[in-house]
């Protein structure tokens, strides 16, 4: 009876185990709302234009008024993200969903930085330069200070973690800023300007 309730009970800490897997892989690879213009190229439809609804290193789902079937291979390109390649593994009348394949870690992690990029961009409420959109300093910010005062000052460059700013005004080290939907506080002061860290 022991060695029956000991096989349970290791299947149990087995489907644990899976199930914990299973959740850090989706989390490693949630997808985040992004909005952008692409064009794509199936064998089944050729080209066709589509728009990114939302993106991840690992997946994405993009929106098309021709969509590819299920099981192909597509090619996308997005404003200011650039070349993904992936499989359909979903497809119905108003888009489809693609699973993203790399040659290297390399090619995702420049892939991670771009999605990255492109969110804080549109999050920040960034005026970018379209012809540039993923070049350092080519976007004005809004920067709202505790006591009202706005700072209009140009992105040197920003992550998921912080933002650099070029201005002539530089808050308070530890002064909190809001700049569109995100809120930090000013980490450092730089040479033509100040960095702020993002709160958590």
């Keep these: 009876m022991s060695n029956v309730t000991d096989f349970h009970n290791r299947l149990d800490r087995r489907k644990i185990k899976i199930a914990a897997r299973g ?118 910010a809004k920067l709202h200070l505790k006591d009202g005062v706005i700072i209009q000052a140009d992105v040197i460059d920003v992550s998921i973690s912080g933002a650099a700013f070029a201005a002539l005004e530089r808050p308070r080290i530890g002064e909190p800023v809001r700049i569109g939907e995100m809120k930090g506080k000013v980490a450092r002061w730089l040479d033509n300007g100040f960095a702020i860290a993002f709160d958590r």
């Excluded at 709302?33 to 609804?53: D, I, N």
């Excluded at 993106?55 to 200011?80: W, Y």
């Excluded at 693609?98 to 960034?126: C, E, P, Y």
């Design 23 to 140: 959740a850090e892989e989706r989390r490693r690879h949630r997808r985040v709302r992004l909005s952008s213009p692409g064009r794509g190229l199936a064998p089944s439809v050729g080209e066709f234009a589509c728009t990114l609804v939302d993106v991840s290193p690992g997946s994405a789902r993009i929106a098309s008024k021709t969509p590819p079937k299920s099981g192909e291979r597509v090619v996308l390109i997005f404003d200011g993200i650039g070349r993904m390649e992936g499989q359909v593994v979903r497809a119905g009348k108003a888009g489809f969903a693609v699973h993203l394949t790399t040659s290297s870690q390399l090619k995702r992690d420049r892939l991670a930085d771009a999605i990255t990029w492109r969110f804080n961009m549109d999050r920040l409420g960034l005026n970018e330069d379209r012809a540039a959109p993923r070049k350092p300093g080519q976007g004005r």
